[in-house]
Each structure stands twice: as C-alpha cells, then as structure tokens.
C-alpha cells in the first residue's frame, strides 16, 4: 500500500467552465468572419449635396463667391457647374463645352410668363445624348399635354379648374414641341476638370460662370441649381401669368429631374403645365 498522495481530481465544474469557454471563443469567431463577409454599409445615405444657387440669393455674389474659389482651386480633378449666359441648342453647348468631360446638362424651355419644367438630362455625349435625352421628355410632355386635355374635358362644374388644366395642356405641348426640334433650352452643365481645364473653361464667350464643387463624389446624391440665363439680381421663380391657381411648373430653385430614361407618366396632382420638380433625392 503506497504512501504517496493521489493525484488531485479537476471538478466537474472547472471542465464545464472551459467547455463554455471554448465554445463563446468559437461563436465570436463565426461572427468576426460573417462580419467580414457583409458589405460594408453606406453611411451616406441621406445626404445631399447641393451646388449652385438658392430661392432668394444674390446672383453677384454668387458669381463672385464661385469666381474666387475657382481661383483658389488646388485639387485634382472634380466636378463643377457650368452656367451660361443664355439658353443655348445642344449643338451650341457642344461648341462651348468642346474638349471638356461632361455628365449632364440641364435645360428648360423659356417660355415667356411661364414657369416650366427644369429637367438634368444626361449627357457623355454632346451633341447626340442631349438630343436624345430632349425628345425623351418630348414624349413625356406629349403625355402630360394629353391628360391634362382628358382631365380638361372631364371636368364640368369647375370653370376654374377647367381654365387650369387646359392652361397645363397648352405649355406641355409647347414644351413638347420645343424639346423635339432640340431647342435653345440648355443654360447650365455639369462637367469634370482639372483646376486650370475648369479656368480656362470659364474664360470661353458664353460662359457665365464656373462653380467648382471638388466636394461632389456622388452625382446621384447632388443637386444642382444654376442661375437662369435671365435671372441677374435675386435667385427668383419666373413671373407665371397662366390662371391662378396653376401654381407654375417648379421654382427655378428645385433639383432638376434627372432624364436618362422614359419618365413615368404625369400624376394626378395639377402644377401648371407639368409635374412639379421632385424634392431633392439627386
């Protein structure tokens, strides 16, 4: 019979102290893994970008803020809003964009007294891509002209009413028709530059202005507002003199719906001629 102690037992409870161990080790390397596997999530969602003017403010600040910025401008390539002095065919706003990398443009038919649609139409290529983003919202007005007509004669108790949708009808048609010859309705772009490009660019006749945004990274995430070829003090909506109560087409101050594809078709709710300009989403 030996002397010797024997050897101490581990409790039952210290084997099930590891186990649980092991096992937490292993489900926290399950999740590091599965974490790695997920995309990472986009913390920008839900901002927006704005560069241009806004409802109320001075167009020669505005020029002289975006002038002494672009003079300042040091990074590498970016974008910037190009605006210019009058509304120009997308053959002319080839001509004067000529050399440069462009996204889009913007455009509206300047009819007199009336508040109409601004549209952003994309654009990489000019001429062609202009022309075939402008009789893409051709179609779209032609719809809007035909509802507003249905609308029109559906109603019969509303003088007033009936005053307003045939007014809508009357200036989607006109811009139907403007758009589908490819008319004098370009006055602003977007475009993408190195400093001394974006310099020299602003410096070409018929450029108005060059506003550089090296801030924007997402275009879908920014919404551009340029002056108005005919706007010269305070950012301001047209003078609309259709009947009251159409309440015009979109401030010149709202985003520009972007027109890459074919729109939907016009909603139930009246706003002069046309819909009104989304709220800012781009």
């Keep these: 019979m030996s002397d010797d102690p024997a050897p101490p037992r581990r ?30 999530s986009d913390r920008t969602v839900g901002e927006v970008t704005r560069v241009g003017v806004t409802d109320g403010a001075s167009i020669p600040a505005y020029l002289r803020a975006a002038g002494d910025e672009l003079a300042r401008l040091d990074a590498p390539d970016g974008y910037a809003l190009v605006s210019f002095g009058d509304y120009l065919t997308p053959a002319r706003a080839a001509a004067s964009l000529d050399g440069t990398r462009v996204s889009a443009v913007v455009a509206r038919v300047p009819l007199p007294g009336r508040q109409t649609e601004i549209v952003r139409i994309a654009a990489l290529r000019l001429p062609q891509d202009v022309v075939a983003g402008m009789a893409g919202v051709a179609t779209r007005k032609d719809r809007e002209a035909a509802d507003y007509r249905s609308r029109a004669a559906a109603t019969t108790a509303d003088p007033e009413l009936r005053r307003v949708y045939d007014s809508g009808a009357e200036v989607a048609a006109r811009e139907a028709q403007a758009y589908r010859t490819g008319c004098a309705c370009v006055y602003a772009a977007v475009v ?91």
């Design 192 to 282: 993408s530059a190195a400093p001394d490009a974006l310099r020299a660019l602003a410096g070409r006749p018929g450029v108005r202005v060059v506003d550089p945004a090296p801030e924007v990274t997402r275009l879908d995430r920014t919404v551009f507002t340029p002056p108005l070829p005919e706007q010269r003090d305070v950012v301001r909506p047209p003078a609309d003199t259709g009947p009251a109560g159409a309440g015009g087409m979109g401030d010149s101050s709202e985003a520009a719906r972007t027109v890459s594809e074919p729109s939907p078709t016009a909603p139930a709710s009246v706003a002069g001629s046309g819909t009104p300009n989304p709220a800012p989403t781009s």
């Design 11 to 40: 409790s039952r409870s210290a084997a099930l102290t590891w186990v649980a161990l092991a096992c937490a080790l292993v489900v926290l390397v399950v999740a590091v893994a599965q974490r790695r596997d997920r995309p990472v």
